[in-house]
Structures are given as structure tokens and as C-alpha cells.
């Protein structure tokens, strides 16, 4: 390419690289727009995000009871057969099916076998009263349940023929010695440490809590019980993101409400950097006078801000603050330094991009590979005929017909939406919604716990 092609082709391109047609006959010293790149979808703003998450390393390891929440950073492997032997899932009577052939076989009474006993071996003719857990003895291949048989003093009379293995749980059915009960990454449900518990284990290994430093700006901004000043709002913010974090198991260390300037911001965003994994904003994040969380991130580290093509929650800046000299944190530093991430100051938008950002953020930095949000398809009762070319999380509730309501004011700040609804539809970019239409629903059960 010649020197004046290449002069030619430069002029069609914007700051961002991306062409532009040229104009025929075009003054080249005339002004020119810039092309802004395209908005980024919500998959490809969390693949990027997802890629920068570092791995916590550390783990500890803790009271199975006190491991609620928590991620195991080792699997979790039974020593035991679950059930450890045969035993019975109803109260009855042990027995051999030959013994009964038909309905009405009278068989004596021999033995009793509660729950946490062993029997003996049951001799042909008898039965075994025996209750629910109680193990099966020797020779009984079935169990008959108490309602279709009848006592008569030291004998049964059993009123259905039974086949092998009736109502008997087989050892091992459930866990065999050796299988893996829990990989490495799960989070830990009650129901995943009942399990634990049920195989023995009294302690699990898990990743070290995530340490997470939270900060917010504004001069506008004020605590409840304090006066509003004129042009002052309260800081739902931090209740609301404090309280996220908390649901997460994370240790959060709180610098409160910063002032409006470059200095203060990049002093905190340094004593926050020391001995944390993640550095969380909400406010700031735009290109005004006023909105120093840009410049603080640049000089102190290196920073992405983010338009993403979604609604409410459109800016959202990503990058990382050096723990070393200010300016540090490059690509080759990211393990010396502190993940950070500026949410929008909306309160709406800052939940809604906690939800779909930092929550899997941090879920992924101890080592959860699915970090996905569950989506149920359910019925809209609700018209959507002004929709979005962004991709729209729309506020919703379950209704007495298992439909969802939309919430009348889908406004970024009407934090009353977050409280009265279940969860959200994700609707897609330019789509209306029809009532009877199946949309995709993101309940705030999965996404706030």
C-alpha cells in the first residue's frame, strides 16, 4: 500500500478502529465523527470478566457445620457404603418369600428389630418385627408392610405375597465406598453438608473467604439518622451491596462514603488494594468533572470502563489496583495487585449489574466453574409493547396464577421494584413482550444467596 492509500484508509477508520465509508469529494479538513465501538452483550462483558477472575489460593479447613456457603477447594469422597448394610424403609416384618406364597401365610413372631440393632439369622417360618432403618437379618429377602399384615399374639398373618427385595434398601444404593459425593468448587448447601455428614465427614477443605473492600462516592451522598443536607440523598448503596456480599460469605472491609476528589479517591483505592482480593464502587463511573473513580483506577492501576448493551446498568468499569508503586498494575502484575470493579450509582442498576457481574466474579475466584444464573421459563401476564434496543432485566412478581406481573415503573431508581418483585425477565434487545408469551425468568432466590 502506497504512503497516500494508507494516509487514505487511516482517515476511514474512528478512534476505535472500526471502519467508516468514505465520503466522495469529502473535505478531509473538515470535522469528522468519531465511531464509538459497539456496546457489548452481557455474555461477551462477562466472558471478559470471568477471564480476569484470579483463582483464590488459599483454603482452610472448617467444622462441616460451619461450612454453610462456602466452596470446597478439595472433592469430597466417602469412606462408607450409604446404607452402611441392608435395612428396611418400612415398619413391618422381615421375612422369606417362600414362607409366603400366597396371602394369609401365619408365620411366628421370632425376633424384634429396631432401628440401631442387629438380629439373627431368621429361621424358615418366622418373621421379624421390624422397624423403619432396622437391619434386614440373614436369610430375610423382603419386608411386608405393618398395614397389610395382622398381629395375633406371638404370630403374623401376612396378607400379601411379597417378591424379592420388597421395601428393603440395598447397601450402598445410595453411596458406594470410594465415590465422590462433592467435587472440587461445589458450594455448599444444607443439604450438600447434610451429605458430608452422612459419610462421616466432620471437616471439609474449602477456599479461603473472598476479602473484599467497598467504597462510595459522592458528596451527595449521606447515612441514615444523619440530617439531609439540600441535594443530599441517603446511601442505599452500601446496605444493599454490603448486604450481597455478606449472602456470598465474603469478609467486607468498609471505607464508606469517599469526597468528590481525585485525591482522596486514589488514597483509598490504595489502602483498599492491601490485603484484598476485590475492590467494589458504586458511583463515579461516568466521565463527568465530578466522577474521579476513572482517573483514581488509571493512575493507581489500569482500568476497562465497559458500555454494555443491557437495561438498567449500562457502564461498568473492570481493571485492577496495583498493591506496589502507583501505576503498576499491568498485565504482567494482575497477581500483585487487586481486582476492581465500578458499578453504576443508580441504585436499581447497581443490584442488577451485582447480580449479573460481581456475583459470578466472585463465585469463579473460588473456584465454582457454573456460574450461570438458573432461568425458568414462565408465562408474562404483562404487554411490553415500548421496549429497548439494550438488553432489558425487567422487574417481576409471581403471581396467584403462576404468571408474572411487571412492575409498573421499571425506572433505575425505584429501589421499591427490587423489594416487590421475585426476580427478573431477561428480554432480549428490540423484542416486545405479549401477555401469554413464555419469557426467560431469573428469580432473586438464585442470585441473592
Known amino acids: 500500500m502506497t504512503a497516500a492509500a494508507a494516509s487514505a484508509a487511516s482517515r476511514r477508520r474512528g478512534l476505535s478502529g472500526h471502519c467508516v465509508p468514505a465520503c466522495a469529494g469529502r473535505d478531509d479538513n473538515a470535522p469528522r465523527m468519531e465511531t464509538r465501538p459497539p456496546m457489548l452483550t452481557l455474555a461477551q462483558a462477562l466472558d471478559a470478566l470471568l477471564a480476569g477472575a484470579q483463582p483464590i489460593a488459599e483454603s482452610e479447613r472448617v467444622d462441616t457445620l460451619q461450612a454453610n456457603g462456602r466452596v470446597l477447594a478439595q472433592p469430597v469422597a466417602s469412606t462408607l457404603d450409604v446404607p452402611p448394610a441392608d435395612n428396611t424403609s418400612m415398619d413391618g416384618y422381615a421375612l422369606r418369600c417362600a414362607d409366603v406364597p400366597m396371602p394369609g401365610a401365619r408365620l411366628r413372631v421370632a425376633q424384634r428389630i429396631p432401628a440401631g440393632h442387629v438380629g439373627v439369622p431368621l429361621e424358615a417360618g418366622t418373621a421379624a418385627r421390624i422397624f423403619t432403618g432396622g437391619l434386614i437379618p440373614p436369610g430375610a429377602d423382603a419386608v411386608v408392610m405393618q398395614e397389610q399384615c395382622q398381629a395375633d399374639g406371638d404370630f403374623v398373618v401376612v396378607n400379601h405375597a411379597p417378591g424379592p427385595g420388597e421395601w428393603i434398601r440395598r447397601a450402598g444404593e445410595d453411596i458406594m465406598a470410594g465415590a465422590v459425593i462433592l467435587p472440587a468448587g461445589s458450594r455448599l448447601t444444607p443439604q450438600a453438608l447434610g451429605l458430608a455428614a452422612s459419610v462421616g465427614q466432620a471437616q471439609v477443605e474449602v477456599v479461603r473467604r473472598p476479602r473484599v473492600a467497598v467504597f462510595f462516592t459522592g458528596d451527595e451522598l449521606a447515612m441514615p439518622g444523619e440530617p439531609l443536607k439540600p441535594g443530599a440523598i441517603y446511601n442505599s448503596n452500601r446496605f444493599t451491596l454490603r448486604g450481597l456480599l455478606e449472602n456470598l460469605g465474603c469478609e467486607v472491609t468498609d471505607f464508606g462514603i469517599v469526597p468528590d476528589t481525585l485525591d482522596a479517591t486514589r488514597d483509598t483505592l ?61 498485565a504482567a502484575s494482575v497477581a500483585d495487585s487487586a481486582a476492581f470493579l465500578g458499578l453504576p450509582g443508580n441504585p436499581v442498576s447497581s443490584f442488577v449489574t451485582f447480580l449479573l457481574f460481581v456475583r459470578p466474579f466472585l463465585l469463579r475466584m473460588q473456584g465454582v466453574t457454573d456460574v450461570a444464573p438458573r432461568r425458568m421459563p414462565m408465562r408474562a401476564d404483562f404487554d411490553l409493547t415500548k421496549f429497548d434496543r439494550r438488553n432489558e432485566f425487567l422487574r417481576v412478581k409471581i403471581n396467584e396464577g403462576g404468571g408474572l406481573d411487571l412492575f409498573p415503573n421499571q425506572s433505575s431508581g425505584v429501589l421499591t421494584s ?23 425468568f431469573l428469580p432473586f432466590a438464585n442470585l441473592v444467596a
Open 270 to 330: 490504595r489502602r483498599a488494594a492491601q490485603g484484598h482480593d476485590l475492590i467494589l464502587t458504586s458511583g463515579g463511573v461516568s466521565v463527568g468533572e465530578e466522577d474521579h473513580i476513572k482517573p483514581a483506577v488509571q493512575a493507581e492501576g489500569r482500568l476497562d470502563l465497559w458500555q454494555i448493551a443491557i437495561k438498567p446498568g449500562k457502564p461498568l468499569a473492570f481493571g485492577h489496583v496495583s498493591r506496589g508503586a502507583a501505576g503498576t498494575a499491568d
Open 418 to 440: 427490587t423489594v416487590w418483585g421475585d426476580g427478573l425477565v431477561d428480554n432480549p434487545p428490540n423484542q416486545p413482550i405479549r401477555r401469554g408469551d413464555i419469557v426467560s
